[in-house]
């Protein structure tokens, strides 16, 4: 059965600390992605990689870094918190090729809250 | 660039009466289009997607959607609802070609099912 896995399911953090959020899948996709879930606004890009070690800017970059040093896992980094980034933060992962449309497989997601 | 308007943000429906979701989207290309759902305290799954072809998509727990390109719009139907049916649904696009199927989606209509 295809797996995503996120690290915690609930995190509370200060502001200012470092923060990591970790992604795991098991299904040997080339693409990642993480998303941010606010209400009214839909998923947002965060970020996303393509490969090990590679990665794009998605929509709301700001704030955020990642890390891919293996191909299954994805990390996502708040390196100094703040409350505008209290969330829930959401992994995917899906297959690539020229074509696209392929499905993403969605973690459960960590509800972060920054104080 | 690409974006999907879903016209409500939340759907009261009685049990066993239909539904119907709005999903617009803007696109200067041609799209792929998706409905996830996310059932409370779960990541999104895929409902069902259009690529290619009939343009009546239909889902494996009774909903269905119609690619509307003169409209741009992909609504999301179903004829008799069940309690187990409330949840958020996400209306999505993704570009045709994009090897990394970044989604691109709406804001969420909540749908509530009560007895």
């Known amino acids: 059965d295809v797996k995503v896995t996120q690290s915690s399911r609930y995190l509370v953090k200060r502001t200012g600390e470092k923060v990591f959020l970790e992604c795991v899948q098991d299904?040997?996709?080339?693409?990642m992605f993480w998303y941010r879930q606010d209400p009214g606004l839909g998923l947002r890009l965060i970020y996303f990689s393509y490969d090990v070690k590679m990665k794009e800017k998605g929509d709301i970059p700001e704030g955020y870094s990642v890390s891919r040093e293996k191909k299954e896992r994805f990390s996502l980094i708040l390196e100094s918190a703040s409350t505008n980034q209290t969330s829930m933060y959401l992994c995917a992962s899906s297959f690539s090729d020229s074509l696209g449309g392929y499905e993403q497989y969605f973690g459960p997601g960590t509800r972060l809250t920054v104080t | 660039a690409q974006s999907v308007t879903q016209l409500d943000s939340q759907v009261p429906v009685f049990e066993e009466a239909p539904v119907e979701l709005r999903c617009n989207y803007s696109?200067?290309?041609?799209?792929?289009l998706f409905w996830y759902v996310q059932y409370p305290n779960q990541g999104l799954q895929l409902l069902l997607k259009?690529?290619?072809?009939?343009?009546l998509v239909e889902s494996i727990n009774g909903f269905e959607a119609e690619f509307n390109k003169s409209q741009t719009s992909f609504h999301l139907r179903k004829p008799s609802v069940h309690i187990s049916d409330t949840a958020e649904y996400f209306c999505a696009v993704s570009e045709p070609g994009d090897s990394w199927g970044k989604l691109q989606f709406g804001a969420g209509t909540q749908v509530v099912v009560t007895p």
């Open positions: 696109s200067s290309v041609s799209v792929y």
């Open positions: 259009y690529l290619s072809g009939s343009t």
């Open positions: 299904m040997d996709h080339e693409n």
